[in-house]
């Protein structure tokens, strides 16, 4: 399920890793935060992600919905405890774009990240999502592929384009843990 993700991901752009914290985007607005934060929303950073170098993941300059890409962070998080039920600790992938995607492109941004997810599988629940204080547009799904539900939400705004990925995490949980994580990776 990680390699579907890093296909799904890749396929939408390409995401990078690293950095220093910066005090402001040069774009304006909202960016992802740079480094990532070791822990968020009942999660930890793993430090076996990610396994490509920023300088690779950003060679060809992706765009997001159309908007160009000027830097991405990418990491993996683990939950800090086994979710209810599981024998296993799940995981979520964060890719996260400093882009300039202007207000009417937000909802077709995300609708064209989250067109690959929905193609995979059946799909399950799907739903939009308050975006709270940073603004834009957020949407959340679900599919369900060999007996195993994966979510995906998205979000667009007015510097920052933002994924997470949980295989084994249905879309009301992502959608759940998504506002402690958004103002956590997000400035």
Known sequence: MAMLAVCLLSACASGGSGGSA???SPLGG???VKPLPQRTAGLRLDAMWPFATR?????DRPSVG??????????RYEETEKAKGRKWTRLL??????ARVVTDQWQSAVGDIL?????????GEEFEIPTGPFGGYARCIETLHL???????AWADDGTVGIVYGPNFNAAELRDLLPTFRADVER
């Open 22 to 24: 910066a005090p402001s």
């Open 30 to 32: 909202h960016w992802p």
């Open 93 to 98: 992938i964060f890719t996260g774009y400093e």
């Open 115 to 123: 067109l690959t997810f929905r193609a995979v599988g059946t799909p």
């Open 55 to 59: 300088e690779e993941l950003l060679s």
């Open 66 to 75: 159309g908007a160009p890409v000027y830097d991405a962070v990418n990491a």
């Open 147 to 153: 007996d195993s539900t994966s979510g995906m939400c």
